[in-house]
């Protein structure tokens, strides 16, 4: 938790803690380390986060890390099929 104070962009310190939470099933600690780096996270980690949305009945947000990955997909060519 230091590392993410020190350096609020430290991605990964917040997807270590972001995973220690998830696997806690403590979804508002997940969001307050993942969510702020959204954009920037890998596919696995943003799964994370919006399940973790989903839990607290924030469908709105869940939706919009969903979209996120949906816009890193090649729609033409899904290797994901």
Known sequence: ???VEKD????????FLGNHFYN???????I???????????????YR???SYLNISDLR???ANANILMSRKDIENPSYC
Do not use: C, F, H
């Open 49 to 51: 986060l919006a399940y």
């Open 32 to 46: 307050a380390y993942l969510g702020p780096v959204a954009e920037k996270l890998p596919d696995p980690q943003i």
């Open 61 to 63: 947000q869940s939706e």
């Open 8 to 15: 609020p962009e430290n991605l990964r310190s917040r997807m």
């Open 1 to 3: 938790m230091r590392n």
């Open 24 to 30: 806690q099933n403590q979804w508002d600690q997940t």
